[in-house]
């Protein structure tokens, strides 16, 4: 980091970005306590867990959770214990900003809020960028570009561990790709991001390539590869350790 403070900017939050925002900066939307942590359920569906080594930590999102809950985790170590469903697991990839990427404020982006939330959900769900739900805008900026009135491409920022400020919601849709809208809006974002002192980091699946391709052309680098899992929490009783 020869550009930027490298002690504010400890990647080491970044093993473990959930628990870090909700414990950080994110921590007034913290539901749970000092070992499992997750955001209300219409900001965000992520579950957070300081860490996997503890063995209470299955009762502990259990307990969170409640019976017959689905869950979104990342980095579990291990199969859940009896009782347990998991319901899919995929890969995915943590990509950080270098020195390469140049962000700059785009003129046509328009900030997103509360009354813009119907056609934000309904852009995510044309495109399927990732999870989003009608507060998640609440997690920091999000900006948009309408065509004709009718929001056509977004982003915004998602989890937020201290230094660092995740670029995420990043949809076009399909008869306005390839005009560059959604690198105009992550470069806008960064800008904002790094304008508060920040460095932007970003997720995407494994399998989409292209995304990838795009974040480093930007000037973003693969961090660490992730392991991605959806379980459901047993039905009335918490797991047994």
Same mark, same amino acid.
């Given at each position: 980091?020869?550009?930027?403070?490298?002690?504010?900017?400890?990647?080491?939050?970044?093993?473990?970005?959930?628990?870090?925002?909700?414990?950080?900066?994110?921590?007034?939307?913290?539901?749970?306590?000092? /070992?499992v942590?997750?955001?209300?359920?219409d900001?965000?569906?992520?579950?957070?867990?300081?860490?996997?080594?503890?063995?209470?930590? @299955?009762?502990? /999102? #259990?307990? /969170?959770?409640?019976?017959? *809950?689905?869950?979104? /985790?990342?980095?579990?170590?291990?199969?859940?214990?009896?009782? @347990?469903?998991?319901?899919?697991?995929?890969?995915?990839?943590?990509?950080?900003?270098?020195d390469?990427?140049?962000?700059?404020?785009?003129?046509? *982006? &328009?900030?997103?809020?509360?009354?813009?939330?119907p056609?934000? $959900? *309904?852009?995510v769900?044309?495109?399927?960028?990732?999870?989003f739900?009608p507060?998640?805008?609440?997690?920091?900026?999000?900006?948009? &570009?309408?065509?004709?009135? +009718?929001l056509?491409?977004m982003?915004?920022?998602? $989890?937020?561990?201290?230094? @660092?400020?995740? &670029?995420?919601?990043?949809?076009?849709?399909?008869?306005?790709?390839?005009?560059?809208?959604?690198?105009?809006?992550?470069?806008?974002?960064?800008?904002?991001?790094? $304008?508060?002192?920040?460095?932007?980091?970003?997720? #995407?699946?494994?399998?989409?390539?292209?995304?990838?391709?795009?974040?480093?052309?930007?000037?973003?680098?693969?961090? +660490?590869?992730?392991?991605?899992?959806?379980?459901?929490?047993?039905?009335?009783?918490?797991?047994?350790?």
């Open positions: 980091m020869s550009t930027l403070d490298s002690a504010r900017h400890d990647d080491t939050v970044l093993d473990n970005p959930a628990w870090h925002a909700l414990t950080g900066p994110h921590a007034h939307f913290a539901i749970g306590g000092d /070992l942590r997750r955001y209300p359920e900001v965000a569906p992520f579950v957070a867990v300081r860490t996997w080594e503890d063995p209470r930590v @299955w009762d502990a /999102l #259990a307990e /969170l959770a409640g019976p017959g *809950a689905e869950l979104g /985790l990342s980095g579990s170590p291990s199969a859940p214990p009896a009782g @347990w469903e998991v319901l899919g697991e995929g890969e995915g990839v943590q990509l950080v900003e270098t390469a990427l140049r962000p700059r404020p785009d003129d046509e *982006a &328009i900030l997103l809020g509360a009354d813009d939330v056609e934000m $959900l *309904a852009l769900e044309r495109n399927q960028p990732g999870p739900r507060r998640t805008y609440e997690l920091g900026r999000y900006i948009g &570009i309408r065509r004709e009135g +009718k056509v491409a982003a915004g920022e998602r $989890l937020h561990p201290e230094g @660092w400020t995740e &670029i995420s919601a990043v949809a076009t849709d399909a008869e306005h790709r390839r005009q560059g809208l959604a690198s105009r809006l992550v470069l806008d974002v960064a800008y904002h991001i790094r $304008l508060r002192g920040d460095r932007a980091l970003m997720h #995407a699946a494994a399998g989409n390539v292209n995304a990838i391709a795009a974040y480093e052309k930007l000037g973003f680098v693969v961090r +660490k590869h992730t392991v991605f899992s959806a379980v459901r929490t047993p039905e009335g009783v918490l797991a047994d350790r």
